[in-house]
């Protein structure tokens, strides 16, 4: 493994998002806002799709890969000291998204993509789950779905566009997120 490739995401880099978040003017229903959001979400998720290419491609372990996984949630997950209420809510919005993710990289390199049901029913069944109050359900058919994106599935958008507001709809973001990461890994330019 290169020298450049020994850290896929620093927490530097996930606090150079923070303060510029902490130093915008952000109106959610603004496009420029919204997409600062989108593009912090958008970097984590490319981080972890590098680090499953480079799993698939036998640059990383399995432990490796997991450990590597596990930084960058640590990292991302941490709670986020912001004064500003709204932002700090923002940013929370931005790491229930990422869960998802970081689950579906670890269940995908433990245990590869699942092998039975489409994205398209997992994303019904946890739906379904989270209607019944039951998060976790929720939550784990999302993973094999995401293992599935990973693969290479789609996420049919019609569907997604469908869900009600709460924790699904907010992880299925977190997986469009690693849709586009594992289709375009490129990085997100901090000061785009």
Known sequence: MSESEDTFYTADRWQNWLDRVAEEDLDPENEDSARLLLN???DTAIAVAKILAAFDDDQLTEDEATDEIADIRDIVLADVDLEDE????LIDGVQTSLVCVFYSAEEYVVGGPADEGTVAEYVEAAAAAEA????DAALGYLVQAGTRI?????LPMDLVEDLEYGFVSEWVNGLDSLQSAMADPEVVEEDE
Do not use: F
Request: glycine share 6%; no cysteine.
């Open 40 to 42: 912090l979400q958008d």
């Open 86 to 89: 709204e932002k700090a809510m």
């Open 132 to 135: 019944e109050e039951d998060v």
């Open 150 to 154: 990973i693969d290479g599935d789609e």
